[in-house]
């Protein structure tokens, strides 16, 4: 370990816009899991939403002399011009999941084109691509914009599915906001036969509005991310949610720190970090009796992926 970890001096800051719901949390603690492990101060800020917030937590962490910043979601315009700030200070970056508009900042993402295609692969397996699809998407957050450009040209090369209704919110509590909208689409749309929701918080609040309804026998649900709660819904006796495409989200969060940590030691990382996903079926987790995340990365070892940003003076 450099003497600099050594001594315990390294201080990270992790800048994020959102810090509640499963995925959050769990990025989080794999975050703060490995920056234990490493001797890694890591101070945590969050915007809670609130994108302005957010950019002034940024501009702090420059001023406080983070010795790296790890920029957790955001909105492009807001975090860029502190981002560059940072950069011109030589201050090094990670970005998840946001553009940085600098090439200095190391840009790790899952790989989202990636998690919508295997996502909606199983609705097309599922439906025989023909049907009223709900979808449910908010506009401005890189990984669902990615995933968003999937969809697009998934409903061209299938002109069977018929997107009959948008819907999305994201806010501090998404799951019930988005199981309010779903509810009045569903009613609005009765021919609707599967729900393209691909972030957890989104399937969650679809699979509320489904079983509400009564629907389970007629719509299925097709999602994006893990959790431990997340496999209790999808594994319940006639839940609706029959597909997940995820990375494990404490993974990421340990890549994001060894990414930083790795760059504060002068090491080269990137210029990009995508990390894979994998499709979870409610048949595979039923049939294998999985409960919980560990047993999930037990079953499925590519969602561990301690290859990418190793850090050489860590232990394995
Ligand atoms: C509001 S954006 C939510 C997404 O961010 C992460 O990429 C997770 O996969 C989640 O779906």
Do not use: C
Request: aromatic share 6%.
């Amino acid at each position: 370990m450099p003497a600099r970890f050594a001594a315990g001096g390294v201080r990270v800051a992790l800048v994020r816009q959102l810090s509640s719901g499963d995925y959050f949390e769990q990025w989080l603690a794999g975050a703060q899991a490995e920056a234990q492990a490493l001797k890694i101060t890591l101070e945590v800020s969050s915007g809670d939403g609130n994108n302005d917030k957010q950019a002034l937590n940024l501009e702090q962490a420059v001023q406080q002399k983070a010795d790296a910043i790890i920029v957790d979601h955001g909105f492009a315009d807001t975090v860029q011009p502190a981002i560059k700030k940072a950069a011109d200070a030589g201050v090094p970056l990670v970005a998840f999941d946001v553009d940085p508009g600098t090439p200095e900042a190391v840009a790790l993402t899952q790989d989202d084109h990636k998690i919508a295609e295997l996502a909606l692969g199983a609705l097309k397996a599922d439906t025989g691509g023909t049907g009223d699809v709900l979808y449910v998407y908010v506009s401005g957050f890189a990984p669902l914009d990615r995933r968003n450009e999937v969809w697009t040209q998934f409903k061209k090369d299938n002109p069977g599915i018929k997107e009959v209704a948008q819907i999305g919110v994201v806010n501090n509590s998404t799951a019930s906001a988005v199981a309010d909208q779903a509810k009045a689409a569903l009613q609005a749309n009765p021919d609707v036969k599967a729900i393209f929701a691909p972030y957890d918080e989104f399937a969650k609040g679809a699979a509320i509005a489904v079983k509400e309804l009564g629907l389970q026998d007629q719509i299925k649900i097709y999602g994006a991310d893990v959790s431990t709660a997340d496999i209790g819904v999808i594994t319940e006796p006639n839940s609706p949610w029959v597909a997940t495409a995820t990375t494990d989200p404490s993974n990421v969060g340990r890549i994001a720190v060894r990414a930083a940590a790795l760059l504060v030691a002068g090491q080269q990382v990137g210029p990009e970090l995508k990390i894979p996903p994998a499709l979870v079926t409610q048949k595979q987790l039923r049939d294998a009796g999985i409960a919980n995340i560990e047993q999930l990365t037990g079953a499925v070892p590519e969602l561990t992926t301690p290859d990418v940003a190793r850090v050489p003076w860590a232990a394995p």
